[in-house]
T-cell receptor
Framework: KAGVTQTPRYLIKTRGQQVTLSCSPI?????VSWYQQTPGQGLQFLFE???????NKGNFPGRFSGRQFSNSRSEMNVSTLELGDSALYLC????????????FGDGTRLSIL | GDSVTQMEGPVTLSEEAFLTINCTYT??????LFWYVQYPGEGLQLLLK?????DKGSNKGFEATYRKETTSFHLEKGSVQVSDSAVYFC??????????????????FGQGTILTVHP
C-alpha cells in the first residue's frame, strides 16, 4: 500500500515569508506527527494531530502551526521564516497508539535564503 | 523528561564484520522502543521495534533486545554489508500521560549513528 507522501520535496524561501508543507498519511492512519531534522539539533518533535485535533506539541515558537483535515491529511505552516528554519521537515503517520510504529515520508527540504 | 543516548559515531566497518550500536534511554513510563534507519536523501524507515521488557525485535539480520534493567536497546548485526551504510536512530515512544500534557505521537530520538561499511 502507498506510504506517507510529503509535498513538495524541496522549497526555497526568503526570510520573512511563510510556507505550507503537506503530508498525506498511510490509508487508515489517523495520527500524523511532524518533526524537524537539522544537523545541529537532530530530530525534534513539532506536533501531532489525531482526528483533526492537536494532541501534543513540542517546544517550538508559535510561528509553527499545523492542522489536519477530515481525510487525515495534514499541513504544517511556518510564518515569518528565519534562517534557522532551514531543515528537513518530516511527517510520520501511525494508528495513534504509543506502541504502534510511526511511518515516515521522505521529507520536505526547506532552505531559507 | 524522556531521553535517548546513542553511542558516538561515525562507525566504520569492513564487510562481514559484527555491528553493535549502543542505545540507552530514560523514560517516565513504559516506553516502546524503535530503531530507524535513514539513507541519504530519504526519510526514516522502521527497522525494528520492541514494546515491552525482554522483547526482541528483529529484521533483515538486525536484532535488538529491550532490557529494562539496564534501560538499553542495543542494535546488533552479525555480518554487515556495504548496503547497510546509513544513519541509524534509536527512538522511544512513552505511554505516560503526564500532568499538563501527553506523550501522544511523540518519538524521542537519539542523535543518530553514521555507519559506513567498506568492501
Amino acid at each position: 500500500k502507498a506510504g506517507v507522501t510529503q509535498t513538495p520535496r524541496y522549497l526555497i524561501k526568503t526570510r520573512g515569508q511563510q510556507v505550507t508543507l503537506s503530508c498525506s498519511p498511510i490509508s487508515g492512519h489517523r495520527s500524523v506527527s511532524w518533526y524537524q531534522q537539522t544537523p545541529g539539533q537532530g530530530l525534534q518533535f513539532l506536533f501531532e494531530y489525531f482526528s483533526e485535533t492537536q494532541r501534543n506539541k513540542g517546544n517550538f515558537p508559535g510561528r509553527f502551526s499545523g492542522r489536519q483535515f477530515s481525510n487525515s491529511r495534514s499541513e504544517m505552516n511556518v510564518s515569518t521564516l528565519e534562517l534557522g528554519d532551514s531543515a528537513l521537515y518530516l511527517c510520520a503517520s501511525s494508528r495513534g497508539q504509543s506502541n504502534q510504529p510511526q511511518h515516515f515520508g521522505d521529507g520536505t527540504r526547506l532552505s531559507i535564503l | 523528561g524522556d531521553s535517548v543516548t546513542q553511542m558516538e559515531g561515525p562507525v566504520t566497518l569492513s564487510e562481514e564484520a559484527f555491528l553493535t550500536i549502543n542505545c540507552t534511554y530514560t523514560a517516565t513510563g513504559y516506553p516502546s522502543l524503535f530503531w530507524y534507519v535513514q539513507y541519504p536523501g530519504e526519510g526514516l524507515q522502521l527497522l525494528l521495534k520492541a514494546t515491552k521488557a525482554d522483547d526482541k525485535g528483529s529484521n533483515k539480520g538486525f536484532e535488538a533486545t529491550y532490557r529494562k534493567e539496564t534501560t538499553s536497546f542495543h542494535l546488533e548485526k552479525g555480518s554487515v554489508q556495504v548496503s547497510d551504510s546509513a544513519v541509524y536512530f534509536c527512538a522511544l515512544s512513552d505511554s505516560t500521560l503526564g500532568a499538563g500534557g501527553t506523550s501522544y505521537g511523540k518519538l524521542t530520538f537519539g542523535q543518530g549513528t553514521i555507519l559506513t561499511v567498506h568492501p
